[in-house]
């Protein structure tokens, strides 16, 4: 089994900063890709970013220039860099490993306007 915990999440300004933590444990060799997944209140689960095993990204256009997503395997932990966040970037955001096999419990980004 997999096991992933996000961290980070919480209130910011908007234009301000936060980076997101994923620590992945349990059976990592049935991790391949990572993605970052957000759901606002009453709109369904988004896939905001993706990183393969070899390290290549994508990102939603949504946050593309200002969201960075990339991982550290040697620390089984995967990041989200969140910059000059806006009042629509609201929402929980969930760490998800191998195209939404398994799932963190989710964390919550409040941007204020």
């Known amino acids: 089994q997999v096991q992933l915990v996000e961290s980070g999440g919480g209130l910011v300004q908007a234009g301000g900063s936060l980076r997101l933590s994923c620590a992945a444990s349990?059976?990592?060799?049935?991790?391949?890709?990572m993605e970052w997944y957000r759901q606002a209140p009453g709109k369904q689960r988004e896939l905001v970013a993706v990183?393969?095993?070899?390290?290549?990204?994508s990102v939603a256009d949504s946050v593309k220039g200002r969201f960075t997503i990339s991982r550290d395997n040697a620390k089984n932990t995967m990041y989200l860099q969140m910059n000059d966040l806006k009042p629509v970037d609201t929402a929980v955001y969930y760490c998800?490993?191998?195209?939404?096999?398994?799932w963190g419990q989710g964390t919550q980004v409040t941007v204020s306007s």
């Open positions: 990183i393969g095993s070899g390290g290549s990204t």
């Open positions: 998800a490993a191998s195209r939404g096999a398994y």
């Open positions: 349990g059976s990592m060799f049935k991790i391949n890709t």
